[in-house]
Each structure stands twice: as C-alpha cells, then as structure tokens.
Nanobody, 117 residues
Framework: QVQLVESGGGLVQPGGSLRLSCAAS????????MGWYRQAPGKQRELVAT???????NYVDLVKGRFTISRDNAKNTVYLQMNSLKPEDTAVYYC???????????WGQGTQVTVSL
C-alpha cells in the first residue's frame, strides 16, 4: 500500500504562511482525488481541501481564499499552501487519497501546525 509522509509544519505567527508537503511512496496518479485533513486538539479530523486527478479543487469555507492545494503526479507529492494563518488553524495536518470524502489509505504521522504569537 502507498505510504504517506507529511512535512512542512511548524510554529508561525498569525497572518503568516506555511507550505505543507505530502510525499507518497508510490504513484498517486491513479487516485481520483487527494486531500488534506486536519485534527485540532479535542476535535474530530476534518477534510479541508481536495484536488482531483485533473486539478479540480475544493475547500471548506473556513480555509477558502487562504489555502491552496496542488499536486505533482510526477513527484507523487501533494502540497498545501497556507496563507493568512489564524490561531484556529492550529492542528495536526494529514494528507490522504480521498473518495466520497473518506480516506483510502493508512494515515501518516501528520505534521503539526501551530499558529500563535
């Protein structure tokens, strides 16, 4: 099975930016969609952005206009550019293949994003 490794998280001040990466151990081109999820302390994991194999994107309202998802099938990598970060964006971020909003693969370790002064 394809394994996923997320990276790029860190501590950033409100209004700052981060770029997350998700490297897959195998091809992602066969997956209809890839997505980024996040899980804040005490909350359920939520899907925040998806991108289909043809590049069509979708975002939850909370991140629309601030986050941009992209994918490089040649590198088997998915990215999440996060701008204008807010404290409420603090969470562990995970990527996964997605179908009907549900994850297909085993979860990676995620990458911690902390937005704080």
């Amino acid at each position: 099975q394809v394994q996923l490794v997320e990276s790029g998280g860190g501590l950033v001040q409100p209004g700052g930016s981060l770029r997350l990466s998700c490297a897959a151990s195998g091809s992602i081109s066969s997956f209809y969609a890839m997505g980024w999820y996040r899980q804040a302390p005490g909350k359920q994991r939520e899907l925040v952005a998806t991108i289909t194999s043809v590049g069509r994107t979708n975002y939850v309202d909370l991140v629309k206009g601030r986050f941009t998802i992209s994918r490089d099938n040649a590198k088997n990598t998915v990215y999440l550019q996060m701008n204008s970060l807010k404290p409420e964006d603090t969470a562990v971020y995970y990527c996964n293949a997605v179908i009907n909003g549900r994850p297909l693969l085993d979860w990676g370790q995620g990458t911690q994003v902390t937005v704080s002064l």
